[in-house]
């Protein structure tokens, strides 16, 4: 190591102007090194900082190299350099021994060296065999670096270039030291703040994954689920907890690839488990070390379970306890305050799903204890109601039956004035026996036939829609959906009827249409004509109806609604357009909507065409001659009777209980006439006329129901009945039908 103050003679001139050359130099020195320390005070991160220190004493100062050197443990390390060489930074790293940025930082001291014996060996860079000087950086009496300078030109290591070395290495080490910290805290605090909106983000996540579902099973499944994301755990249980009982009952687990002695749906008593604590708090409670619990639910948890730590959270809702989230490790002290705080955090949002569903699940059982005992009213009230109706019709019916056993015991005299007599009353009491049931009929099927008016179809489809919308917009509205009404509403002539019962039957359509669309949708009213009907369309975007259902969505008492429907509705309309002489169809698409169009007779047509309504419907055809027929009955008493009725008039009857047993028994030109019941076991009456007419398109058919004055004709024929009898059986009426039957060669 050299002295680079070594006294040389000199002369006094000399010395002067020496003296005022360094003091000059001192001064330009000084004033650079508060420019360099004034600049880099003002740069907040270190980096930035270390490599503009480097270059400002590079190019203010005239250094060949400098490097700004941070003690890393043992370990100096360069952070920011300048070369004039090569013209770039060079990183290097120097362990701690004998180089001069070494001996500086170890002795706190100016070190100058031109001895490169020892930094040689390990430096590689271009500038290293140049002389130097260094400079320990100490900050706040702690040595946390050194800066060092090389030069070409060795008359640079004078005084006042090393006072001013000192004097920045002092004040820099102050500045980059502050900076260093204030870099760390601000990465710390950028880590944290990081790693708390990662934090929130993932209790957000969470919180609206198991809030998603209002199911108590589900929701309480995804709680169980989604927690072991937010805090690692071996095992999770959600238990419910019932102040009452002090007990703890498990409600959903979650294991991680192991097995539990634990079942959903076991229960925990409260004062063996350290839950207890969190339960009486309110707030969470942690057990590091289950290995020193005295609780006895815990002591099995370390036996069964091989648990070292739990942590248990209250699901509050004010100051009630709802249940406890429990979560489980296999080793002592494996939470941190990390997963506490953010157990904390989700514990708001499992007490507010855990809540929503426990009402929703009580407000399903209130609902379908309300519904259940909605039904049981409802059905108390049908039996009330028919209890009653079948009260009025017993008394009448036992007053017609003692008549009729009455004059039958008459009817044994020998007398035939009076046996005459009796005979007449018993077939008027029958005959009011009837009567009465075609007016329960009557009641139950329709309203009665009234007086006819002209209809315009515009006006009735403007009514229907503005009496029917106050019941089903606000209800669409409160649920968030929409039903639009699109009209298309063309010139048509106006119609006769019962503008009462056709305002029935564009309501019922209108009000199936909307519950139809459950999602919401497109209501379509138009109108139309051809050259004998005008109608009016109905039309929804709704669900469909399938083709199955088509077929018989208008038969009595047939309902898709279950409870909330009767079956009648669509009945009824399509009885009330027959009887206007019209028709009701359906056109359906599942999935894409539905048409139904009620077609009319315009008003001219329609006079014309009134007198078509029979119920017996004509067969061209008159003779005397006896018939043979096949007769279908499954109520054996009155087949027993019709087979005798039948066999007076000297007819050929073979019967049978059955459709199947008709279709055995049934044969091509066998039989003149088949006569069906229309309510028969396994098939019906119209399935027996159906297949007997394909085995023999000429057969003459028959058939005989008790709803026969309800049935229209024109439906009869197309399903092949030529005759239609309603039951019970006018002697009469049942002798012209069969009058008109043809008879067939034998």
Same mark, same amino acid.
Not at 151 to 157: E, F, G, L, N, V
Not at 343 to 348: E, F, G, R, V
Not at 540 to 549: F, L, N, R, S, Y
Not at 723 to 742: F, G, S, T
């Given at each position: 190591?050299?002295?680079?103050?070594?006294?040389?003679?000199?002369?006094?001139?000399?010395?002067?102007?020496?003296?005022?050359?360094?003091?000059?130099?001192?001064?330009? $020195?000084?004033?650079?090194?508060?420019?360099?320390?004034?600049?880099?005070?003002?740069?907040?991160?270190?980096?930035?900082?270390?490599?503009? *220190? %480097?270059?400002?004493?590079?190019?203010?100062?005239?250094?060949?190299?400098?490097?700004?050197?941070?003690?890393?443990?043992?370990?100096?390390?360069?952070?920011?350099?300048?070369?004039?060489?090569?013209?770039?930074?060079?990183?290097?790293?120097?362990?701690?021994?004998?180089?001069?940025?070494?001996?500086?930082?170890?002795?706190?001291?100016?070190?100058?060296?031109?001895?490169?014996?020892?930094?040689?060996?390990?430096?590689?860079?271009?500038?290293?065999?140049?002389?130097?000087?260094?400079?320990?950086?100490?900050?706040?009496?702690?040595?946390?670096?050194?800066?060092?300078?090389?030069?070409?030109?060795?008359?640079?290591?004078?005084?006042?270039?090393?006072? %001013?070395?000192? %004097?920045?290495?002092?004040?820099?080490?102050?500045?980059?030291?502050?900076?260093?910290?204030?870099?760390?805290?601000?990465?710390?605090?950028?880590?944290?703040? $990081?790693?708390?909106?990662?934090?929130?983000?993932?209790?957000?996540?969470?919180?609206?994954?198991?809030?998603?579902?209002?199911?108590?099973?589900? %929701?309480?499944?995804?709680?169980?689920?989604?927690?072991?994301?937010?805090?690692?755990?071996?095992?999770?249980?959600?238990?419910?907890?019932?102040?009452?009982?002090?007990?703890?009952?498990?409600?959903?687990?979650?294991?991680?690839?192991?097995?539990?002695?634990?079942?959903?749906?076991?229960?925990?008593?409260?004062?063996?488990?350290?839950?207890?604590?969190?339960?009486?708090?309110?707030?969470?409670?942690?057990?590091?070390?289950?290995?020193?619990?005295?609780?006895?639910?815990?002591?099995?948890?370390?036996?069964?379970?091989?648990?070292?730590?739990?942590?248990?959270?209250?699901?509050?809702?004010?100051?009630?306890?709802?249940?406890?989230?429990?979560?489980?490790?296999?080793?002592?002290?494996?939470?941190?305050?990390?997963?506490?705080?953010?157990?904390?955090?989700?514990?708001?949002?499992?007490?507010?799903?855990?809540?929503?569903?426990?009402?929703?699940?009580?407000?399903?059982?209130?609902?379908?204890?309300?519904?259940?005992?909605?039904?049981?009213?409802?059905?108390?009230?049908?039996?009330?109601?028919?209890?009653?109706?079948?009260?009025?019709?017993?008394?009448?019916?036992?007053?017609?039956?003692?008549?009729?056993?009455?004059?039958?015991?008459?009817?044994?005299?020998?007398?035939?004035?009076? =046996?005459?007599?009796?005979?007449?009353?018993?077939?008027?009491?029958?005959?009011?026996?009837?009567?009465?049931?075609?007016?329960?009929?009557?009641?139950?099927?329709?309203?009665?036939?009234?007086?006819?008016?002209?209809?315009?179809?515009?006006?009735?489809?403007?009514?229907?829609?503005?009496?029917?919308?106050?019941?089903?917009?606000?209800?669409?509205?409160?649920?968030?959906?929409?039903?639009?009404?699109?009209?298309?509403?063309?010139?048509?002539?106006?119609?006769?009827?019962?503008?009462?019962?056709?305002?029935?039957?564009?309501?019922?359509?209108?009000?199936?249409?909307?519950? =139809?669309?459950?999602?919401?949708?497109?209501?379509?009213?138009?109108?139309?004509?051809?050259?004998?009907?005008?109608?009016?369309?109905?039309?929804?975007?709704?669900?469909?109806?399938?083709?199955?259902?088509?077929?018989?969505?208008?038969?009595? *008492?047939?309902?898709?609604?279950?409870?909330?429907?009767?079956?009648?509705?669509?009945?009824?309309?399509?009885?009330?357009?027959?009887?206007? $002489?019209?028709?009701?169809?359906?056109?359906?698409?599942?999935?894409?909507?539905?048409?139904?169009?009620?077609?009319?007779?315009?008003?001219?047509?329609?006079?014309?065409?009134?007198?078509?309504?029979?119920?017996?419907?004509?067969?061209?055809?008159?003779?005397?001659?006896?018939?043979?027929?096949?007769?279908?009955?499954?109520?054996?008493?009155?087949?027993?009777?019709?087979?005798?009725?039948?066999?007076?008039?000297?007819?050929?009857?073979?019967?049978?209980?059955?459709?199947?047993?008709?279709?055995?028994?049934?044969?091509?030109?066998?039989?003149?006439?088949?006569?069906?019941?229309?309510?028969?076991?396994?098939?019906?009456?119209?399935?027996?006329?159906?297949?007997?007419?394909?085995?023999?398109?000429?057969?003459?058919?028959?058939?005989?129901?008790?709803?026969?004055? $309800?049935?229209?004709?024109?439906?009869?024929?197309?399903?092949?009945?030529?005759?239609?009898?309603?039951?019970?059986?006018?002697?009469?009426?049942?002798?012209?039908?069969?009058?008109?039957?043809?008879?067939?060669?034998?």
């Amino acid at each position: 190591m050299t002295n680079p103050f070594e006294p040389r003679p000199v002369h006094t001139q000399q010395r002067l102007d020496t003296g005022l050359g360094v003091r000059r130099d001192r001064a330009d $020195q000084l004033a650079t090194v508060l420019r360099i320390t004034h600049q880099i005070s003002r740069i907040r991160t270190l980096e930035l900082l270390l490599e503009t *220190f %480097a270059h400002e004493l590079h190019t203010a100062l005239g250094y060949s190299s400098v490097d700004v050197l941070l003690l890393e443990g043992d370990t100096l390390v360069s952070q920011g350099s300048t070369l004039a060489t090569s013209g770039r930074a060079v990183a290097r790293r120097a362990v701690i021994g004998t180089s001069p940025a070494a001996l500086a930082c170890k002795h706190g001291c100016l070190i100058f060296s031109t001895d490169f014996s020892g930094e040689a060996k390990t430096t590689t860079y271009p500038d290293a065999q140049l002389p130097c000087v260094v400079a320990p950086l100490v900050a706040n009496g702690r040595t946390i670096g050194a800066l060092e300078l090389r030069s070409t030109s060795a008359h640079r290591w004078g005084s006042a270039d090393l006072e %001013a070395l000192m %004097a920045l290495a002092k004040q820099s080490a102050i500045i980059i030291e502050n900076t260093r910290r204030h870099t760390i805290e601000s990465e710390q605090l950028y880590a944290a703040l $990081q790693a708390r909106a990662d934090q929130l983000a993932l209790v957000d996540e969470i919180s609206r994954t198991i809030s998603a579902s209002l199911d108590q099973h589900d %929701a309480l499944q995804a709680i169980v689920t989604q927690v072991p994301r937010a805090v690692p755990c071996e095992r999770l249980s959600l238990a419910a907890y019932d102040a009452e009982r002090r007990v703890l009952t498990i409600r959903a687990l979650w294991v991680a690839g192991q097995s539990t002695s634990i079942d959903v749906g076991s229960d925990v008593q409260l004062d063996e488990t350290e839950a207890q604590h969190a339960v009486a708090s309110g707030h969470l409670y942690y057990v590091s070390d289950l290995n020193s619990s005295e609780a006895a639910y815990s002591r099995r948890l370390v036996r069964d379970e091989h648990l070292g730590s739990v942590v248990h959270v209250p699901i509050t809702s004010g100051d009630v306890c709802l249940g406890v989230l429990s979560l489980a490790r296999t080793y002592a002290n494996a939470f941190d305050a990390n997963d506490l705080a953010l157990l904390n955090s989700l514990a708001p949002h499992l007490a507010t799903a855990f809540k929503n569903a426990s009402l929703y699940a009580q407000a399903q059982q209130a609902y379908a204890e309300l519904a259940m005992a909605q039904e049981h009213t409802l059905q108390a009230e049908r039996l009330r109601a028919i209890g009653e109706l079948a009260s009025g019709v017993a008394h009448d019916f036992n007053n017609l039956l003692s008549i009729i056993l009455g004059h039958m015991e008459v009817m044994k005299t020998a007398d035939p004035v009076v =046996a005459e007599r009796s005979r007449r009353a018993v077939i008027q009491a029958a005959n009011d026996g009837a009567q009465t049931v075609r007016r329960i009929q009557n009641f139950v099927r329709a309203q009665p036939e009234q007086h006819s008016t002209p209809v315009s179809l515009h006006e009735l489809a403007d009514d229907v829609i503005h009496l029917t919308m106050p019941r089903w917009h606000s209800d669409m509205m409160n649920k968030g959906i929409t039903i639009e009404v699109q009209r298309d509403l063309r010139p048509v002539p106006t119609v006769l009827g019962n503008s009462a019962e056709l305002r029935e039957v564009v309501t019922n359509l209108v009000l199936n249409a909307v519950d =139809a669309m459950p999602q919401g949708g497109k209501l379509f009213v138009a109108t139309g004509m051809d050259t004998t009907h005008a109608w009016i369309d109905i039309g929804d975007t709704g669900h469909g109806i399938p083709a199955e259902v088509q077929a018989r969505i208008f038969e009595p *008492f047939y309902t898709t609604k279950a409870n909330r429907g009767t079956g009648l509705g669509l009945a009824v309309s399509r009885s009330i357009a027959k009887r206007h $002489q019209g028709d009701l169809v359906v056109e359906s698409t599942p999935w894409v909507g539905s048409r139904f169009r009620l077609l009319l007779p315009i008003a001219s047509a329609h006079a014309a065409s009134a007198a078509d309504t029979v119920v017996v419907a004509p067969i061209a055809a008159s003779a005397t001659a006896p018939l043979r027929i096949l007769l279908v009955e499954d109520d054996q008493a009155v087949r027993e009777t019709l087979v005798q009725l039948l066999r007076l008039d000297a007819h050929q009857v073979d019967s049978v209980a059955d459709g199947q047993a008709a279709l055995a028994q049934f044969h091509p030109n066998t039989y003149d006439l088949v006569c069906s019941d229309l309510g028969l076991p396994n098939m019906t009456g119209w399935d027996v006329l159906r297949e007997v007419r394909a085995i023999d398109p000429a057969i003459a058919t028959m058939l005989m129901s008790g709803w026969g004055a $309800q049935l229209d004709p024109q439906e009869a024929r197309e399903r092949h009945a030529d005759v239609v009898v309603p039951k019970p059986i006018d002697i009469d009426l049942l002798n012209a039908a069969l009058a008109r039957v043809p008879r067939r060669s034998r």
